[in-house]
């Protein structure tokens, strides 16, 4: 056994989308040397296990590393994001990450890139594909890019059993079929579950032979409202202003969620179904009309068995035939509850410090390490908002995400960081200039207005919020 010794400042574990846009950082603000380790190939994370039509959630223009644009500047002009800015596609992603690994990072001559190799801890990680071991020296920190634990249909295990004989796969399966099914039962409620039922319905499936296993509905963001262009103003800034009208006027938590869904912050697949969950999915106006020709919605829990002929929930069932495709769409995206300091001494734990935006907090996080020395400041500035999981959960996310967004404005110089860092996308629309229009003065006025009655309202709201979680950890 060969083990090689390395030193380094920063030892960067995963070279997904978090740890490129940390490294990424680094390397622009200070003059450190990075050693970057991960079991996968090629930098990208998941992307590299990602459905071949898979593509972004969110605009390209505010996902990667800050350095170097994904977006290509178009609006989708057919398809169902159409008059919305483009979304990267999964090859698009992998082939922008290779191209920062090969032109930026090992061209510095200051990133040492090692794939194919895991991580163990204390300074140590071996190659997957040899016996070599690696020990390395790490002068300044550690950086846990792995926290939020993406998990993907096609490399994980899902919770319950599939007999022998039955057809079950990962969407990832869904362009290799080549005969028609009596059916298809796509499993989850997420966001892989809508993209399997749009590509079905987008390849001349019959909504009528689709059936949808919805352990919980969700509350979906309008992409519409994630828009960082100005051309988008009165949306993406219109949204966050309904949103700061509903947390300052709402009576409780109902009544939060129905001025949210009337102000069109938050959609639903069934206005009749209440969700009990939220996971920050976003879905344009026209995916939700097709995702809405689905009629065969079951809504009994998880699935715990799936027999030739029978899909279990328990001790209740439905049918099912051998001739039926079972799309897994089961595995939760980032399925990571626990919170942690973010800065712990030799060590630094990627969260999140703004709602649903591992990336943007990637590179945050990285200027904070590169620009202050104390640690309980730098914990201050970069206080977690919590991942979404249930309904509920959207209010305390706000109330964190209010709460950082407060401080760092107080932080002299962190201002200008962020009007120029693209991954932030939305502080520029915030800022006042000549081509400010007055509607836009309106919206901009009623968010000034809304936000202290917000902050004041959230203590009695997030009193209400726990108490329905606590009775619903009861009851289940
Ligand atoms: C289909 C899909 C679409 C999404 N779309 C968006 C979107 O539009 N916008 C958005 O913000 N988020 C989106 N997300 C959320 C996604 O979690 C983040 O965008 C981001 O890709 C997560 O990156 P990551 O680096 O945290 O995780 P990963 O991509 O999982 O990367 C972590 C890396 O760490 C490596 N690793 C783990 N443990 C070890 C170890 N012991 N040793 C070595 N290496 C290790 C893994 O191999 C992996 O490559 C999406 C997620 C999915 C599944």
């Given at each position: 056994?060969?083990?090689?010794?390395?030193?380094?400042?920063?030892?960067?574990?995963?070279?997904?989308?978090?740890?490129?846009?940390?490294?990424?950082?680094?390397?622009?603000?200070?003059?450190?040397?990075?050693?970057?380790?991960?079991?996968?190939?090629?930098?990208?994370?998941?992307?590299?296990?990602?459905?071949?039509?898979?593509?972004?959630?969110?605009?390209?223009?505010?996902?990667?590393?800050?350095?170097?644009?994904?977006?290509?500047?178009?609006?989708?002009?057919?398809?169902?994001?159409?008059?919305?800015?483009?979304?990267?596609?999964?090859?698009?992603?992998?082939?922008?990450?290779?191209?920062?690994?090969?032109?930026?990072?090992?061209?510095?001559?200051?990133?040492?890139?090692?794939?194919?190799?895991?991580?163990?801890?204390?300074?140590?990680?071996?190659?997957?594909?040899?016996?070599?071991?690696?020990?390395?020296?790490?002068?300044?920190?550690?950086?846990?890019?792995?926290?939020?634990?993406?998990?993907?249909?096609?490399?994980?295990?899902?919770?319950?059993?599939?007999?022998?004989?039955?057809?079950?796969?990962?969407?990832?399966?869904?362009?290799?079929?080549?005969?028609?099914?009596?059916?298809?039962?796509?499993?989850?409620?997420?966001?892989?579950?809508?993209?399997?039922?749009?590509?079905?319905?987008?390849?001349?499936?019959?909504?009528?032979?689709?059936?949808?296993?919805?352990?919980?509905?969700?509350?979906?963001?309008?992409?519409?409202?994630?828009?960082?262009?100005?051309?988008?103003?009165?949306?993406?800034?219109?949204?966050?202003?309904?949103?700061?009208?509903?947390?300052?006027?709402?009576?409780?938590?109902?009544?939060?969620?129905?001025?949210?869904?009337k102000g069109g912050v938050l959609m639903r697949l069934d206005p009749n179904v209440k969700p009990a969950m939220f996971h920050g999915a976003t879905v344009s106006?026209?995916?939700?009309?097709q995702l809405r020709r689905i009629k065969k919605v079951i809504r009994k829990g998880r699935v715990t068995r799936i027999d030739t002929n029978k899909i279990h929930?328990?001790?209740?069932?439905?049918?099912?035939?051998?001739?039926?495709?079972?799309?897994?769409?089961?595995?939760?995206?980032?399925?990571?509850?626990?919170?942690?300091?973010?800065?712990?001494?030799?060590?630094?734990?990627?969260?999140?410090?703004?709602?649903?935006?591992?990336?943007?907090?990637?590179?945050?996080?990285?200027?904070?390490?590169?620009?202050?020395?104390?640690?309980?400041?730098?914990?201050?500035?970069?206080?977690?908002?919590?991942?979404?999981?249930?309904?509920?959960?959207?209010?305390?996310?706000?109330?964190?995400?209010?709460?950082?967004?407060?401080?760092?404005?107080?932080?002299?110089?962190?201002?200008?960081?962020?009007?120029?860092?693209?991954?932030?996308?939305?502080?520029?629309?915030?800022?006042?200039?000549?081509?400010?229009?007055?509607?836009?003065?309106?919206?901009?006025?009623?968010?000034?207005?809304?936000?202290?009655?917000?902050?004041?309202?959230?203590?009695?709201?997030?009193?209400?919020?726990?108490?329905?979680?606590?009775?619903?950890?009861?009851?289940?």
């Amino acid at each position: 056994m060969n083990t090689q010794q390395l030193e380094t400042d920063y030892l960067i574990i995963g070279s997904g989308a978090v740890g490129m846009a940390f490294a990424d950082v680094l390397l622009a603000e200070t003059d450190a040397n990075i050693v970057i380790v991960d079991k996968h190939h090629k930098p990208g994370g998941h992307w590299n296990d990602a459905y071949s039509f898979v593509t972004l959630h969110q605009p390209s223009s505010f996902y990667g590393v800050s350095s170097r644009e994904l977006s290509n500047g178009t609006v989708d002009e057919v398809g169902l994001n159409k008059g919305l800015a483009e979304l990267a596609s999964g090859p698009e992603i992998m082939a922008y990450y290779d191209q920062i690994m090969k032109h930026t990072f090992l061209p510095s001559g200051r990133v040492q890139y090692f794939p194919m190799c895991e991580y163990q801890g204390d300074g140590k990680f071996s190659s997957m594909l040899s016996n070599n071991q690696y020990q390395v020296k790490v002068n300044r920190k550690i950086i846990d890019g792995t926290y939020f634990k993406t998990s993907v249909p096609s490399t994980h295990t899902p919770s319950f059993e599939v007999a022998d004989g039955v057809e079950f796969g990962p969407l990832n399966e869904l362009p290799s079929l080549i005969e028609p099914r009596d059916d298809y039962v796509i499993v989850g409620g997420g966001k892989t579950a809508i993209d399997a039922v749009l590509w079905l319905l987008d390849n001349q499936i019959n909504p009528d032979d689709i059936s949808w296993i919805m352990p919980r509905d969700g509350w979906w963001i309008d992409r519409k409202n994630t828009q960082p262009s100005r051309k988008f103003f009165m949306n993406t800034m219109g949204a966050q202003a309904t949103q700061a009208e509903a947390v300052a006027a709402a009576e409780n938590i109902d009544d939060l969620f129905d001025r949210l869904e009337k102000g069109g912050v938050l959609m639903r697949l069934d206005p009749n179904v209440k969700p009990a969950m939220f996971h920050g999915a976003t879905v344009s106006r026209d995916e939700l009309a097709q995702l809405r020709r689905i009629k065969k919605v079951i809504r009994k829990g998880r699935v715990t068995r799936i027999d030739t002929n029978k899909i279990h929930f328990g001790n209740d069932s439905i049918a099912t035939t051998a001739n039926t495709m079972h799309v897994d769409c089961s595995a939760r995206a980032v399925p990571v509850n626990e919170i942690y300091d973010v800065f712990q001494g030799n060590k630094i734990v990627v969260q999140t410090v703004r709602s649903y935006q591992p990336i943007f907090s990637a590179a945050f996080i990285a200027h904070i390490e590169a620009s202050y020395d104390d640690e309980a400041h730098k914990n201050d500035l970069c206080q977690v908002v919590p991942l979404p999981n249930h309904d509920t959960d959207w209010l305390f996310g706000m109330a964190a995400q209010m709460r950082n967004q407060m401080r760092w404005s107080q932080e002299p110089g962190l201002r200008d960081w962020l009007l120029s860092n693209r991954l932030d996308g939305f502080t520029n629309l915030v800022q006042q200039s000549d081509e400010t229009t007055k509607e836009q003065m309106q919206v901009l006025m009623r968010l000034k207005e809304a936000a202290p009655k917000a902050g004041a309202n959230m203590p009695k709201l997030i009193a209400q919020a726990m108490k329905i979680m606590a009775a619903r950890t009861a009851n289940s």
